[in-house]
Structures are given as structure tokens and as C-alpha cells.
């Protein structure tokens, strides 16, 4: 079986959300869509691991931004390869070239480098292991702007930047490019940047 094969399904990607007391953060998911129409309903997928898992988990509410195809690289490195655990997404002088907002749910979106936002509200959680599939009711939403929302494939071929060579053997994670050095690859090893598993790992050399 050739698991590279569900890359060429179109995925969209959008920075996730979430507000809980006076915390506010967001990361990077690439699983959003349209569950049903009326009333209007949401699907978002996000890996336990993240904070704003637990924040959504907790408060029942995010907003979603989806990303257009004029966002660089630092947009996904500021909000994907790291922690709000142990970092600040917002209030930081660097999150404000992303242009956060407050939607009317009390949670902040960002408007540059996105073409819509949409709010919702946690009707229904499904536990799929390592993700939680959040269904939610749309309270809010907008378009941004008219530009093209950026894909998983087009983030890959023109975005995300190329590792650098190693010095030793090792895999690197195709999600975001973190290099893990030796010969095998722990089959329970989960990337420290973007917490994606093993499977997304490919041999170098």
C-alpha cells in the first residue's frame, strides 16, 4: 500500500483558533469542510497534541481562517511549528503582520494572508485516537478577500522550504521538514514540530 497516495487528495489549509480565560492561540490544520448545509455545519480535525485542541475541547468554540496562496512560509512557521504551550501565537509584536481580529464569538481570526473566516460552535466530538473530529455549528463567517485558497499540494511544491542536506543518515518529516538523525526510524515517533507520526516520514539518502 502507497499511503503517499492520500496526498493527492485537494486539502485546504487554514490556521485554527481558539480563546479560553485570557489565553488566546491558534495552529496550523488541514482538515476543514462543509458537513451540511442546513443547518449550516462544520468538520474540523485536530491533533490532541496542540493546545488549541484543548482550548476548543474546553470552550466549545474557534474560528477558522483559511489561508490563500500569498501567505509565506513565516505564517505556517509561526503558527505551526511551535507551541502555545510554551510561546505566545498572539500579542507578540510578529503575530501582528497576520492581522488578528476579534470575531463576534470573543476569539481571534487572522485576516492577512487568509480570503475567509469562518466561527463555530462544538455541536458533537468524535475521538479518532491521536485527533479530535470537532463537529460544529457556523455562527459566523466572511470572505476576506479574492484570493485563491491555498492547497495542501501548492504549499508543498511552492511554500514550505526545502531541508537542508544532512550530515548523517536519518528521515525527515514531509509535513515539515524536521530531520530526525539515525538509521531507524522509532515506529511510534511523533514529529516535535508538527507532532505528525511516523508515517509521515521519508528515508534520506
Known sequence: ???NSVYKLSYG???LTA???DKDNGCIINTCAQVTSDPMQLAITVNKANLTHDMIKNTGVFNVSVIDNTAPFELF???GFRSGRDSMKFGTADSYRFAPKYADNGVLYVSAYANAFMSGKVVKEIDLGTHTMFIAEMTDGDILSDKPSMTYEY???NVKQKPAAPKKSGWVCRICGYIYEGDVLPEDFVCPICKHG???FD???
Do not use: P
Request: no cysteine; proline share 0%.
Open 19 to 21: 480563546s479560553e480565560g
Open 155 to 157: 504549499y508543498h511544491a
Open 13 to 15: 489549509l487554514f490556521v
Open 198 to 200: 511516523a508515517e509521515d
Open 203 to 205: 528515508k534520506l539518502g
Open 77 to 79: 512557521k509561526h503558527f
Open 1 to 3: 500500500m502507497n499511503k
